[in-house]
């Protein structure tokens, strides 16, 4: 974030110079013209920026991370994003940390990690029954048993569709 206000800044500094270097050699020409050029400047980094996160993001993790969901940002303070929005979070799996149970083969554990821009990653385990269409988050309370076997987790059936029960039950 410190990184990006810097490069805004040098961004408006860099135009303005050039505008006044410009003003030098046609004469005529507004004052005026100089803060509102390094003010479009700032604002082309911003939004240059924002529409750049994900794929910065995205090309910097680890190969074993498949992204599943995208969350697209329109606002109207930036009434841009309504031709084009951009993506402001998403969701991955690691693929690398599927563990399967010997006697339960149709139900997996995995990492999903949420990203956003401005924001922490945040990271939840999740169980996924490939067979039956459903997933559970894990979290205190749940345990599991010499079987395999899942108590205390709150299962929730999805299509077999679903972006993470496709993404944890694809890996083999």
Same mark, same amino acid.
């Given at each position: 974030m410190f990184l990006e206000?810097?490069?805004t800044v040098f961004a408006g500094l860099a135009a303005a110079g050039v505008m006044m270097l410009?003003?030098?050699?046609?004469?005529?020409?507004?004052?005026?013209?100089?803060?509102?050029v390094a003010g479009a400047?700032?604002?082309a980094v911003t939004i240059a920026s924002?529409?750049?996160w994900y794929e910065r993001t995205r090309a910097s993790l680890p190969a074993e991370f498949e992204v599943i969901e995208t969350v697209?940002?329109?606002?109207m303070y930036r009434p841009w994003?309504?031709?084009v929005p951009f993506v402001d979070r998403f969701a991955a799996v690691d693929t690398a940390s599927i563990q399967t149970h010997g006697t339960r083969p149709d139900q997996r554990l995995a990492e999903l990690y949420f990203m956003g821009r401005w924001a922490p *990653?945040?990271?939840?385990?999740?169980? *996924?029954?490939?067979?039956?269409?459903?997933r559970a988050n894990l979290a205190d309370g749940v345990e599991f048993d010499s079987d395999g076997n899942v108590s205390g987790a709150s299962w929730i059936s999805v299509s077999p569709d679903d972006s993470v029960v496709a993404a944890v039950c694809g890996v083999s």
């Open positions: 206000l810097i490069a410009v003003g030098r050699w046609v004469p005529g020409l507004p004052r005026w013209l100089t803060p509102v400047a700032m604002i924002e529409y750049g697209e940002n329109r606002a994003t309504y031709v *990653v945040s990271k939840l385990p999740v169980a *996924v029954d490939c067979a039956g269409s459903r």
